[in-house]
């Protein structure tokens, strides 16, 4: 085993996982390059729930304050009925200490720019419109060829390239795919209504959920989870009619927004869920993947970016302590079991949604996540 430390190290991907890494990595005083494809900063999504475990790491990178200046902060989940009759007020403990709350939600492009600030802010060299089109492990080192063909060196290359990860392919694999899993998520933005103060989920007459998320004082989005069998195309410029026919089965507040709101195919966002989760180790040498690259998982408990964010403070940690080799399996031994609960437990609430299985223990299953993930990372 080799005792080196690492110095010089480069981030593929610029976006939650890789920005946040790029922070706790500098805070830690390494040389930290990050590059991504896009020859644009654009964000795509409407927004993002950060939970408490989210938050406390937030703090910890010194943005959580930020955060809570431009989004919307609750401590506590509703559950209605169709019709928007309260059926259970779901608490939150503040897990990042008494100065911050349970929950804070915050447009993604808002977030986005925060990480980027930050990353900046502390001196962090980044580059869009860059990728890496070869790898080769070295004895001590990483090296790359870069897509304008360019060479570099490095003592650790981190892929945080998302799902569809090339760094991924490159080192373990183009058979290692992420599959569909028969569902698929719509999203709106909507002028937020006074009543919806948190995270408000809605149980349709036919079972389906749909909900608001608060994201700042004056927006929240309309959320709803389907069945989507043959993982469909549609239509772009269908979408507000796509979303608005999945909605028919609420009343009240849902249908109220369903009706004012949709009215723009190009304010709707749908996304099909996919995931895939790799077996350990998630590196070979000295590459290794983080967040979606490594473990995407389906939004059902919110939790993916979370996962993200905890996997670069951690590397950070152990790199800071530790040869590249051990900081390397202490990452995995401290991760991997952790973000297998959180693929493993979405996936099944996943599939209690499309078995339409009211028996199924929801509640349950979402309180051992907020308790598995309030313990330290």
């Known amino acids: 085993m080799n005792n080196k430390k690492a110095q010089s190290i480069l981030i593929v991907g610029g976006g939650i996982g890789g920005l946040s890494t790029a ?11 990050l590059i991504e494809l896009n020859p644009e900063w654009t964000v795509y999504g409407v927004g993002i729930i950060q939970q408490g475990n989210v938050v406390r790491e937030m703090a910890r ?15 506590k989940v509703r559950l209605c009925d169709g019709a928007g009759n309260p059926l259970a007020i779901i608490p939150g403990a503040r897990v990042a200490g008494p100065d911050y709350p349970v929950n804070m939600a915050l447009p993604r492009i808002a977030l986005h720019t925060i990480l980027l600030n930050k990353a900046t802010e502390l001196g962090t060299k980044i580059t869009l419109g860059l990728t890496v089109d070869s790898l080769e492990n070295g004895e001590n080192k990483a090296f790359v060829k870069f897509s304008d063909g360019r060479d570099g060196e490095y003592d650790l290359v981190i892929g945080a390239d998302g799902i569809f990860s090339k760094i991924r392919a490159l080192l373990f694999g183009s058979h290692l795919k992420p599959k569909f899993t028969g569902q698929g998520g719509w999203r709106c933005n909507m002028p937020r209504t006074q009543e919806v ?14 909900g608001f998320c608060p994201l700042t004082n004056d927006l929240m989005y309309l959320l ?44 709707v966002i749908y996304k099909p869920f996919e995931t895939i989760f790799l077996e350990a180790p998630w590196y070979q040498g000295r590459f290794v993947l983080i967040g979606d690259a490594a473990h995407a998982t389906t939004p059902h408990l919110g939790q993916g970016a979370g996962m993200a964010i905890e996997d670069g403070i951690v590397l950070a940690e152990e790199l800071k302590a530790k040869s590249v080799d051990q900081a390397l399996e202490s990452f995995m031994t401290r991760r991997f079991e952790r973000c297998k609960f959180i693929v493993n437990s979405s996936l099944q609430i996943g599939t209690w949604e499309l078995e339409r299985n009211h028996t199924a223990d929801f509640n349950g299953l979402v309180q051992k996540m907020v308790e598995v993930t309030a313990q330290p990372i």
């Open 61 to 75: 990178l010194g943005v959580a304050n930020d955060c809570m200046k431009h989004g919307f902060s609750f401590d």
């Open 224 to 267: 709803q989870t389907t069945s989507e069998p043959g993982n469909p195309w549609f239509d772009q410029d269908k979408l507000d009619v796509l979303f608005k026919e999945r909605l028919a089965e609420f009343e009240g507040p849902v249908a109220r927004a369903r009706d004012e709101f949709i009215t723009n195919p190009k304010q």
């Open 197 to 210: 103060d948190c995270l408000t989920m809605y149980r349709g007459r036919n079972g389906g959920q749909a």
């Open 23 to 33: 922070i706790a990595l500098r805070q830690q005083g390494f040389d930290v390059e």
